[in-house]
């Protein structure tokens, strides 16, 4: 893959600052509705609830549905709704994979099932769920509803293939490039797609929005990939070495195995089926990574969607919402470095 470079912004390194500063005001709004319909009357589903959903995340993804209406110049409030339901349907993701992980941590903080148990955790991301897909009914737009039903479907579908993939070292990196599209990508391009749709916008508006969500997604998760093995735990919000440890497949082992030698695939395929998970291995998995390029080539496909998503928005709106989106995508590439 040849890999178009997103130009390395001048001045200050990229952020999301502006893109919090447009939607601000639409964010309470948002906000208000999470609150309010994450309360029940049974009390440990708004205290696990609010465990996670107070717990630091940027609420990129809502984010995301609120900038594209701004693009669009949509005047009402629809999205409001839609939004707190995006970001219910991902908090529902998060919670079901930490139980599957076993995840201890997450955003810098204890992972709810740590706390609470793996039932509780299940059991109110299917409530969290439910409440979102209530969001979208109230909404009225069967349209809205196909699209994120279908992405709330495929984001399982990714889920389930990924951890098919575990520990299987020999996976293709056209399959794992699938996994990512499905597990991580489809929310962010249905977050950004539905606002075409309250916006009363065509079928060519909804599709761009869908490929700039789509591969800002690829290019985010790309970049965690990277990051699991050259960050530590303060930016990552979780241990540096998880995905090593726990057997996870991703683009840089894959990238790392097809280079390396006998040897060096010997002790791939031993540690992600768990019989080389030491700091001493993990320490010679990040030399391997680093001798065979597969993290700088990793952030170079990352760099490589983030810059198709910037193309994306080619002719859509203008002024800050638009760069408000595009420096979405150079903040999600620069935190690789």
């Known amino acids: ?120 955790s299940v059991l109110v991301g299917d409530f969290l769920l439910s409440r979102g897909f209530e969001l979208m009914v109230e909404d009225g737009s069967l349209r809205v509803l196909k699209i994120l039903s279908h992405a709330s479907a495929v984001i399982a579908e990714g889920e389930v293939e990924q951890l098919s993939a575990q520990r299987r070292v020999e996976t293709a990196e056209a399959q794992y490039l699938k996994i990512i599209d499905a597990k991580t990508a489809a929310l962010f391009a249905a977050a950004c797609r539905i606002a075409a749709v309250v916006a009363e916008r065509d079928a060519a508006t909804e599709a761009a929005l869908d490929n700039y969500g789509r591969y800002l997604g690829i290019a985010f998760q790309l970049v965690d990939d990277a990051m699991d093995y050259a960050s530590d735990a303060a930016v990552m919000g979780k241990d540096t070495g998880d995905d090593f440890r726990d057997g996870k497949v991703t683009l840089p082992v894959i990238l790392a195995f097809a280079r390396g030698t006998t040897e060096d695939r010997k002790f791939w395929r031993d540690a992600m089926e768990g019989r080389r998970a030491s700091d001493a291995d993990l320490a010679h998995a990040t030399r391997l990574l680093q001798d065979t390029h597969a993290i700088a080539d990793t952030v170079a496909r990352a760099r490589h969607y983030g810059q198709r998503a910037i193309d994306a928005l080619s002719g859509i709106g203008s002024g800050p919402a638009r760069a408000a989106l595009v420096e979405a995508v150079e903040f999600a590439i620069a935190r690789a470095y």
């Open 1 to 120: 893959m040849t890999a178009t470079l997103i130009p390395i912004r001048q001045g200050r390194p990229p952020s999301l600052d502006a893109l919090m500063a447009l939607v601000s005001q639409d964010m309470h709004a948002v906000n208000r509705v999470i609150l309010d319909r994450m309360q029940s009357q049974v009390p440990l589903i708004p205290e696990l609830a609010g465990h996670l959903i107070a717990g630091g995340g940027k609420r990129m993804r809502p984010m995301l549905t609120l900038a594209c209406a701004r693009l669009l110049e949509y005047p009402g409030t629809r999205h409001h709704m839609l939004a707190a339901a995006v970001e219910f349907i991902h908090t529902a993701t998060l919670l079901h994979d930490d139980v599957v992980d076993g995840s201890g941590q997450r955003r810098g903080k204890r992972t709810a099932n740590m706390i609470w148990g793996n039932g509780p």
